[in-house]
């Protein structure tokens, strides 16, 4: 060890714990919210008068915004400087984390949902440049996994965490759970975190930020609406798909001509990084939206308690972990294409599983096709990533890992999105076939006993609704499950380093 890392451990020692936990704290915090609703939806829903596809807003408004928000992370911390800047972040999530629990309406909700996505897309990344900070650099890769510990340990506690909240107290106790974790963290890092960044402000390209975000908001508010207002056949959604297509070529004309573009156009010449934000995003698409599709389906057809939908729900995480300690141990035998293949195959199983399942599934089944899932999950997340980034040069790095994050969170978006909006269509034509022949005219012999003609005819419409919802949830499951074997072959497209070529420090685990 050099004196200038012995004197860096002594000197950032006595602080060293209480910033990791400052830190950790506002990486769970953050990644907590990204999952901690979707067990709360069906009680959201009822309490602010939505409807299923409506609901599935409280979630894309926040992924989208964060994909929005992520790249001018950078700029935001050379203008403020790091603590400033993660003070203002972890205080504006906190505002808006009380605003969202006390929303009263549905519009009320998405815009404090898209507020607190906003300050918690740079949330994240100051955490793990704070966390690198506060190690010496023989200590990056310890202060690296601490940090994937974090961003793994939310999607396994948001269900539960949310699933209790939601059924001993109120829905609106799974953003109040953010006060204090939020006024702790501010408090902390005023008393131990000290900024020593004079790094210059970046320039931001603020016209390329306008119109890509322009672009992406019309594009999901596409998603989002356009099987409520039949698609192209409502001036609404014509006018949203106009904005998006305008957006997205002024976005790309500037970029082009630009000396300073919001993302930088040499990192579409790499096309290992090109295919690999492509796996990324498609995968992502496919696991938020099983994600979304499973607690709502335990709920609204199977009328599970929302603790045990959660519940249900948290083994994906463990899978996960699972998989990155088999990979850790298995690092240098098998190749990385072979994993990103095989847990493609594992992801489409698992699917291929779940769209087996009936109304009077056993939750050991629902528990290991999770766990299945999220051994898949794992198997291509962090291997994608490290090949992702394996043959970009260092001066688009940066540029790469905010191109990362926004399309792995659009990805999520649209898959939440797609399946939400599916699965209400498909209920509503599977009622209809169902129901065709069920009349008091044909089936005189429907009658329950003990039951009126009318009474009997209400109860079997029941049944055939549940049975329609089940039958679009399995429809939603194969969709995913055929997308997940769709994208198996860009895999062959990736480009292998090198026996003894490294990835960029942290690549994998910061993006």
């Not at 990084?273 to 992502?284: D, K, P, T, W």
């Not at 499973?294 to 998989?323: K, W």
């Not at 990979?327 to 098998?334: A, E, Q, V």
């Amino acid at each position: 060890m050099t004196t200038v890392e012995q004197f860096d451990r002594v000197a950032r020692a006595p602080n060293q714990m209480m910033i990791t936990l400052i830190a950790m704290a506002a990486t769970v915090m953050q990644v907590l919210d990204t999952t901690i609703a979707n067990v709360a939806l069906p009680h959201m829903q009822g309490s602010l008068g939505a409807t299923q596809d409506q609901i599935s807003w409280v979630l894309t408004s926040y992924i989208v915004v964060t994909a929005i928000a992520t790249p001018i992370t950078g700029w935001t911390a050379s203008k403020l400087g790091l603590t400033r800047a993660f003070v203002m972040a972890i205080t504006g999530f906190t505002v808006t984390s009380i605003a969202c629990g006390a929303a009263q309406t549905l519009p009320q909700m998405v815009l404090f949902r898209l507020l607190q996505g906003g300050f918690g897309a740079i949330l994240t990344p100051l955490s793990q440049s704070i966390l690198l900070g506060a190690y010496p650099r023989s200590q990056t890769a310890k202060a690296m996994n601490i940090f994937s510990i974090g961003v793994m340990v939310g999607p396994i506690l948001g269900p539960i965490i949310g699933g209790y909240l939601t059924e001993e107290y109120s829905w609106r106790w799974c953003f109040y759970i953010n006060v204090p974790i939020g006024i702790l963290s501010i408090v902390g890092a005023f008393i131990f975190m000290h900024d020593d960044n004079n790094t210059p402000a970046r320039k931001l390209d603020w016209l390329g930020f306008l119109f890509l975000s322009v672009a992406i908001a019309a594009f999901q508010l596409v998603l989002d609406r356009g099987e409520q207002k039949g698609w192209f056949q409502s001036g609404e959604i014509k006018v949203e798909a106009g904005l998006m297509v305008f957006g997205l070529y002024m976005f790309v004309v500037h970029s082009l001509t630009t000396a300073n573009p919001f993302i930088d156009v040499r990192l579409f010449r790499d096309r290992t990084y090109v295919i690999g934000v492509g796996i990324m995003a498609m995968i992502f698409m496919v696991y938020l939206g099983a994600l979304v599709l499973v607690p709502q389906l335990l709920q609204f057809e199977m009328n599970y308690p929302v603790l045990t939908a959660g519940l249900a729900t948290s083994p994906r995480g463990i899978g996960m972990i699972a998989s990155f300690i088999i990979i850790g141990r298995l690092k240098g035998r098998i190749g990385p294409r072979t994993l990103i293949a095989g847990g493609m195959v594992m992801n489409a199983l698992s699917l291929f599983l779940m769209s087996g399942w009936s109304l009077d599934v056993e939750m050991d089944q629902i528990v290991w096709t999770g766990v299945l899932q999220g051994l898949g999950m794992g198997a291509i997340t962090l291997p994608v990533a490290t090949v992702t980034f394996s043959t970009l040069s260092d001066q688009l790095r940066t540029d790469g890992s905010a191109f990362f994050s926004l399309m792995r969170s659009l990805g999520g978006a649209i898959g939440v999105a797609i399946v939400s909006a599916r699965v209400v269509e498909l209920t509503q034509i599977h009622h209809g076939n169902l129901s065709a022949f069920m009349n008091p005219f044909r089936h005189l012999h429907m009658s329950i006993p003990g039951m009126s003609q009318a009474a009997s005819m209400q109860v079997m419409n029941f049944s055939i609704t549940r049975q329609a919802g089940m039958i679009a949830y399995i429809n939603g499951f194969l969709l995913l499950a055929v997308l997940s074997i769709v994208m198996l072959p860009l895999v062959f497209f990736l480009r292998v380093p090198r026996p003894g070529q490294s990835a960029p420090p942290g690549a994998a685990v910061g993006d």
